[in-house]
């Protein structure tokens, strides 16, 4: 079974530019997550999205950051414009959506993709 | 606030020995604990999980402990192998939500 895939792996950008990530999860699976790794950190939940809808987004930078899941597969995230503050690693995960409690589904995480922001 | 406090930041441990690694929570409405696995350069991976309602759970090589009324929850490896350094992760979900709030994340260092 294929993995999530995520690309780029790694971004180099300056300050006030704008940048784009891919994230297509694992077949089949309904609920799509990004998070924000900064270095040392855990990975924190930016937003959150079930099928083409979201769940939540409540600790994503709306003035900045945008993220859409068109058709309920792939996804991207988008920083416009970047700050130095955004360099992290952007990590997609997804989850199937079984039946019963939804906080042990299981999240599937891709490789990231490591932004820096000069 | 900082919901999941992780401890220690990091460990070095002795090939065989065993890892202790600690993860203590605030919100009593937290009802999954996940333990995640990193390796430099990859995402986390599910390494074992814990609901509240059994005090301990054992999959191989890894335990963890669990005490609800303390709200602290203990990744145990035995036998530490090299193959086991990563960076560790706890996380914490709530009832009904899918959210995971992850500690700061634990580099353990196994060494020959």
């Known amino acids: 079974e294929a993995g999530v895939a995520q690309s780029p792996r790694y971004k180099i950008i300056e300050k006030r530019q704008s940048v784009a990530f891919w994230c297509n999860p694992i077949s089949g699976h309904a609920t799509l997550y990004w998070y924000q790794q900064i270095l040392g950190q855990g990975p924190k939940l930016l937003i959150q999205f079930q099928n083409n809808g979201v769940v939540d987004d409540s600790q994503l930078p709306k003035d900045r950051f945008s993220a859409e899941r068109l058709k309920g597969v792939d996804s991207t995230l988008k920083i416009q414009p970047a700050k130095l503050e955004d360099s992290a690693v952007y990590l997609c995960?997804?989850?199937?959506?079984?039946?019963?409690?939804?906080?042990?589904?299981?999240?599937?995480f891709g490789p990231g993709t490591r932004l820096t922001v000069l | 606030q900082q919901q999941v406090k992780q401890s220690p930041q990091s460990l070095i441990v002795q090939k065989g020995g065993i890892s202790i690694i600690n993860c203590a929570y605030e919100n009593t409405a937290f009802d999954y604990f996940p333990w995640y696995q990193q390796f430099p350069g990859k995402g986390p991976a599910l390494l074992i999980a814990i609901r509240p309602d059994v005090s301990e759970k054992k999959e191989g090589r890894f335990t963890i402990s669990f005490n609800k009324s303390a709200k602290q929850f203990s990744l145990h490896i035995m036998d530490s192998q090299p193959g086991d350094s990563a960076t560790y992760f706890c996380?914490?979900?709530?009832?009904?939500?899918?959210?995971?709030?992850f500690g700061k994340g634990t580099k353990l260092s196994v060494i020959p």
């Open positions: 996380g914490c979900s709530g009832a009904g939500s899918y959210q995971l709030t």
């Open positions: 995960a997804s989850s199937l959506l079984r039946g019963g409690y939804p906080s042990t589904d299981t999240q599937y």
